[in-house]
């Protein structure tokens, strides 16, 4: 069957968890920015009903929300050139994940690495939630009919899903309806790792706050973690490829990239032979310039919750006049009076 054309529209999320970091401007909030610039719908949304699949304390979950939409805005997304919502004042995401949870079939969630790697060895009491979250994903993205989905490595997986999810629809059904949307996987640091060390994911549940830079940190602390994260004696290679086993210089040297908006390789042409003690001090002030703007903004923002909740109201008004119609056919096709 023969894709029907769709209107370019790019999706992404984030887990409204708390501790945004460096990881997540460099792997997510700096690429949304690239995006929302180029001529292409772009809505961005703070994932709340996926943060609950594991408990969450509710004035915790609350805060974090509004910390992550003034991440996004002060990162640069503009509410005006881009639709920011949080996900659950946009009823028709769990409503169509009613719909894909009987598209899905068993098998394809079991084989997924996020829940394997979540519920371990104790997956009888894990929540069906987090068993069942990919269907959700898979609505976040097609009750939009997104075309393309900026994210890292690690969530390619569950795009594969969507368009599985997608296309079983369409076979079923005999339609056109859903897209099969393209995970975009692009950028020197979409995976940032650990400043202790370079073979881990950056992580906020890392227990070492010397690990990761938090968005919330000021010039001082960003500057001092950069200048204390782990490297090794030897100088930078001349090229990219001689840091293939070196994982903390070459997570240092994508950073110092994605930062400065450039490619590793002519970041290597630049530093190359240099030693630490005169690398990671550029990339300290790098980092300080590029950053400390946002987490000042933030601080700003989280002033004023108020106004937050106000933009994610208009969002979400945006959204629905989105997804309202997309549900509303999607029933139709099912069979749904309506």
Not at 8 to 23: A, K, M, T, Y
Not at 141 to 163: F, S
Request: hydrophobic share 40%; proline share 6%; with cysteine.
């Amino acid at each position: 069957m023969a894709e029907a054309p769709f209107t370019p529209r790019v999706f992404s999320g984030i887990q409204p968890s708390g501790n945004l970091h460096l990881g997540n401007y460099l792997g997510a909030l700096k690429r949304f920015v690239d995006w929302q610039d180029r001529d292409v719908e772009t809505i961005f949304c703070m994932v709340d009903m996926h943060a609950i699949t594991v408990w969450q304390d509710p004035a915790a979950l609350a805060h974090s929300t509004r910390e992550l939409a003034a991440g996004f805005i002060a990162a640069g997304i503009d509410p005006e050139k881009s639709t920011l919502i949080n996900q659950s004042q946009v009823p028709e995401h769990a409503q169509l994940a009613w719909i894909f949870n009987c598209v899905a079939r068993m098998g394809w969630m079991g084989r997924m690495t996020q829940w394997k790697d979540k519920a371990g060895k104790n997956a009888e009491a894990a929540s069906l939630g987090l068993f069942a979250y990919p269907a959700l994903m898979a609505a976040d993205i097609l009750i939009y009919h997104a075309t393309h989905v900026p994210v890292g490595e690690d969530q390619k997986q569950h795009i594969e899903l969507t368009r599985d999810i997608a296309a079983k629809f369409n076979h079923d059904y005999g339609v056109e309806f859903f897209p099969l949307t393209e995970p975009v996987i692009e950028g020197a640091a979409t995976r940032v790792m650990s400043l202790r060390d370079g073979t881990k994911k950056m992580s906020k549940s890392d227990p070492s706050d010397a690990s990761r830079i938090n968005m919330t940190d000021d010039a001082d602390t960003i500057a001092r973690k950069i200048r204390r994260a782990k490297t090794d004696p030897e100088p930078l290679p001349e090229t990219y490829e001689g840091l293939k086993d070196r994982p903390d210089a070459r997570n240092l040297v994508n950073i110092y990239a994605a930062l400065s908006d450039r490619d590793v390789a002519d970041v290597m042409a630049e530093c190359g032979g240099q030693q630490f003690g005169q690398f990671k001090p550029a990339l300290a002030d790098l980092a300080v310039e590029k950053l400390a703007p946002i987490s000042a903004e933030m601080a700003r923002l989280m002033r004023d919750p108020g106004e937050i909740d106000r933009i994610l109201a208009r969002g979400a008004e945006r959204a629905r006049a989105i997804s309202a119609p997309i549900l509303d056919e999607t029933y139709r096709i099912i069979g749904m009076v309506r």
